[in-house]
């Protein structure tokens, strides 16, 4: 008894595994008729064309204001010319303790071509590299507003 009760489970169970195989058919023929659906809707779009709208071009001409001086980064020191001359107003891109940054910066402004200079403060030893110099307070803040895009603190130093 316990034999054909081993021998009917067994059975039962191949019978089962068997059962739920599905077949390679049955797949593909539920790709093909997916594939049907595809070219049927491909075929019912038709293919909708856009023409472009062209709109002209309006020029806008800038408005030019004229500002106020801005005497909010307006400094003063004692400066001697390391290179160069220095002119009243000076505007400064960087400050160094080691005079080789300090050339390194000069060089890089006279390479996008600013008459660079390098001035030192005596009381200090700071070392400044001025990009331009001008007689002018409005020149010097016009530069510095300029200067501002690439060196975003530069300031303008008014050399005693």
């Known amino acids: 008894m316990k034999r054909n009760l081993i021998l009917s489970m067994a059975i039962l169970a191949a019978f089962a595994l068997v059962s739920c195989k599905s077949t390679e058919s049955s797949y593909k023929k539920a790709y093909d008729k997916a594939k ?6 491909q075929q019912v779009t038709a293919p909708v064309q856009v023409t472009p709208v062209v709109t002209p071009v309006q020029t806008v001409t800038p408005v030019t204001t004229t500002q106020p001086e801005d005497n909010s980064d307006l400094r003063s020191e004692s400066l001697k010319a390391v290179s160069g001359t220095l002119q009243a ?3 400064v891109c960087g400050s160094f303790k ?4 300090a ?7 006279k390479n996008k071509g ?6 030192q403060n005596p009381a ?3 070392y400044r590299v001025i990009a331009t110099s001008s007689s002018s307070k409005a020149d010097a803040v ?3 507003d300029k200067l501002r895009a690439t060196y975003p603190d530069a300031w303008v130093l008014y050399a005693k």
């Open 114 to 119: 600013y008459n660079a200079i390098i001035a």
């Open 98 to 101: 080691s005079l080789d940054n």
């Open 36 to 41: 049907q659906q595809e070219q049927a809707q």
């Open 103 to 109: 050339n390194n910066l000069c060089s890089t402004l």
């Open 89 to 91: 107003y000076n505007v």
């Open 142 to 144: 016009s530069s510095r």
């Open 124 to 126: 200090t030893g700071m």
